[in-house]
């Protein structure tokens, strides 16, 4: 099974500075045939289901914010929220779609500082 | 707009099998390229995907789970359901349905129910 490591495993930013989320995968989830990195972004929010935020690892899904961005290819990987909202507050998941089983990560829990 | 509703039983006892549908609105399960999935999510947070059923009929299951695990389709009623056979206290969880439409790729879900708990327990 591919591995997915986030980290930190929980962060605290100010309203209106950028947040950053990390996420390494055990092996390339980059295939070369089509150049798409299969990795995608969830926000989860308490007692709700995880949303897709990024797809191929840096597509934004429709109707997601322009702050939520997603960088990097390979094994490692950034989601980066450029100016955090009240909104924000949540858990962030990485999940690699490469091969089943698909996996994610164990989670970033984002704070207001 | 896709929309998932999970249902079924909120407690198993330990040894027994655990089943839950989920009902698929706004789409056809047989529509092509969809791919229809069970997730779950440990009181921990940890997320573990289950296995899929795609719009062909074709199944794959987590190896880690495979020999308990059996999803299936429901046509005429547009819902798939998923098995989980011999549980234990590991497998209380709040259990999603999922889809996705192959757009962004196999296997990211776009589509997600909004989640049962299961308890296992005598």
């Known amino acids: 099974d591919i591995v997915m490591t986030q980290s930190p495993a929980s962060l605290a930013v100010s309203l209106g500075e950028r947040a950053t989320i990390n996420c390494k995968s055990s092996?390339?989830?980059?295939?070369?045939?089509?150049?798409?990195?299969?990795l995608a972004w969830y926000q989860q929010k308490p007692g709700q289901p995880p949303k897709l935020l990024i797809y191929?690892?840096?597509t934004r899904e429709s109707g997601v914010p322009d702050r939520f961005s997603g960088s990097g290819s390979g094994t490692d990987f950034t989601l980066t929220i450029s100016s955090l909202q009240a909104e924000d507050v949540a858990e962030y998941f990485c999940?690699?779609?490469?091969?089943?089983?698909?996996?994610f990560g164990q989670g970033t829990k984002l704070e207001i500082k | 707009h896709v929309q998932l509703q999970e249902s079924g039983p909120g407690l198993v006892k330990p040894s027994q099998s655990l089943s839950l549908t989920c009902t698929v609105s706004?789409?056809?399960?047989?529509?092509?390229?969809?791919?229809w999935n069970w997730v779950r999510q440990h009181p921990g947070q940890d997320l573990e995907w289950i296995g899929y059923?795609?719009?062909?009929?074709?199944?794959i299951y987590n190896p880690s789970l495979r020999s308990r695990v059996i999803i299936s389709v429901d046509t005429s009623q547009n819902q798939f359901s998923m098995e989980l056979s011999s549980v234990t206290a590991a497998d209380t969880a709040v259990y999603y349905c999922?889809?996705?439409?192959?757009?962004?790729?196999?296997?990211?879900?776009?589509?997600w129910g909004q989640g049962t708990l299961v308890t296992v327990s005598s």
């Open positions: 999922t889809g996705d439409s192959g757009a962004s790729g196999i296997g990211s879900f776009e589509f």
């Open positions: 706004g789409a056809s399960i047989s529509s092509g390229g969809y791919f």
């Open positions: 191929w690892a840096s």
């Open positions: 092996q390339s989830v980059l295939y070369s045939s089509n150049n798409r990195n299969y």
């Open positions: 059923i795609s719009y062909s009929g074709r199944t």
């Open positions: 999940q690699q779609y490469y091969e089943t089983p698909y996996t």
